[in-house]
């Protein structure tokens, strides 16, 4: 069974810096491309990152050049460095694998909430 469990999320002021972990079980990690994605109140959930499973990467542009994602296959471990937060980055950020392509399920994480202060 599937299971992405995401940790490092928190409080931190405008202009600093957090890093999400999205550790994943019951999968072969390196086989497959995965993303964050975020949902602020009142929004649709929405594309923050994906990585391939050969570490290409592609941002949003509200992100580019500020959020870096990352992984460890090693660790099944997939990772968002979040740097010159704003406070429009407030909001719960999750993981994802989606192996329908394979007929398989679109799976998330428990989402990790970030809140940016001025």
């Known amino acids: 069974q599937v299971q992405l469990v995401e940790s490092g999320g928190g409080l931190v002021q405008a202009g600093g810096s957090l890093r999400l972990s999205c550790a994943a079980s019951?999968?072969?990690?390196?086989?497959?491309?995965m993303g964050w994605f975020r949902q602020a109140p009142g929004t649709q959930r929405e594309l923050v990152a994906t990585?391939?499973?050969?570490?290409?990467?592609n941002y949003a542009d509200s992100v580019k050049g500020r959020f870096t994602i990352s992984r460890d296959n090693a660790k099944n471990t997939m990772y968002l460095q979040m740097n010159s937060l704003k406070r429009e980055d407030t909001a719960v950020y999750y993981c994802?694998?989606?192996?329908?392509?394979?007929?398989?399920?679109?799976?998330w994480g428990q989402g990790a909430q970030v809140t940016v202060s001025l």
């Open positions: 994802n694998l989606d192996l329908r392509r394979y007929g398989g399920v679109n799976h």
């Open positions: 019951g999968v072969i990690f390196s086989d497959h491309a």
């Open positions: 990585i391939t499973n050969g570490g290409s990467t």
